[in-house]
């Protein structure tokens, strides 16, 4: 016996749920737009200046440089193949809640001078790929810290440099393919 209320009294109960439920007005991600610039101008990024609930991605050529306290992101990602791009922090502070990503896919770097940068996680490189991370002053504090050297190594290797500076790696690091 088939109840036709039954399937109604479904539909109508979905269509309920489905109005009520949260909508996020929000994007997830905001990219960098290309070039050379400030981390907190709002227009060279695709939705605005990331905070602690986007993520940060730079795929383009240019600098993303930080010069500015309480910038902050979810997670940062830098997958740029061209040399003189990347993040730039010289000053001001960088808090990132879950993972600093240079060179994930492609080739990368991130260069502080100065300044604070504060993430859960560093990731440079990845199986087919080499990030650098070139520290001349400035603070760093990390809990877990992944340098992959890249298989084959015909695209270089993954590389930690500093001649300046503060790193504090609370948990642990890990280097290898």
């Given at each position: 016996?088939?109840?036709?209320?039954?399937?109604?009294?479904?539909?109508?109960?979905?269509?309920?749920?489905?109005?009520?439920?949260?909508?996020?007005?929000?994007?997830?991600?905001?990219?960098?737009?290309?070039?050379?610039?400030?981390?907190?101008?709002?227009?060279?990024?695709?939705?605005?200046?990331?905070?602690?609930?986007?993520?940060?991605?730079?795929?383009?050529?240019?600098?993303?440089?930080?010069?500015?306290?309480?910038?902050?992101?979810?997670n940062f990602t830098s997958d740029i193949d061209s040399a003189g791009s990347g993040l730039l922090v010289s000053s001001g502070e960088l808090n990132i809640s879950e993972t600093l990503r240079i060179a994930a896919t492609l080739g990368s770097?991130?260069?502080?001078?100065?300044?604070?940068?504060?993430?859960?996680?560093?990731?440079?490189?990845?199986?087919?790929?080499?990030?650098?991370?070139?520290?001349?002053g400035g603070s760093l504090t990390i809990d877990n810290a992944v340098i992959t050297v890249p298989v084959p190594l015909i695209s270089g290797i993954s590389s930690f440099t500093m001649s300046d500076g503060v790193v504090q790696i609370a948990n642990s690091l890990h280097i290898g393919t």
């Open positions: 016996m088939k109840r036709p209320w039954a399937s109604f009294l479904i539909s109508a109960l979905l269509a309920l749920f489905t109005a009520f439920a949260p909508v996020s007005a929000r994007a997830q991600s905001t990219l960098w737009l290309g070039g050379t610039g400030d981390w907190g101008t709002a227009s060279n990024w695709s939705a605005g200046v990331p905070d602690a609930g986007l993520d940060a991605e730079i795929h383009k050529s240019g600098f993303i440089m930080v010069t500015r306290f309480g910038e902050a992101c979810r770097s991130a260069f502080q001078l100065g300044g604070s940068v504060t993430a859960h996680d560093l990731n440079l490189g990845g199986p087919l790929t080499a990030g650098a991370y070139i520290m001349s």
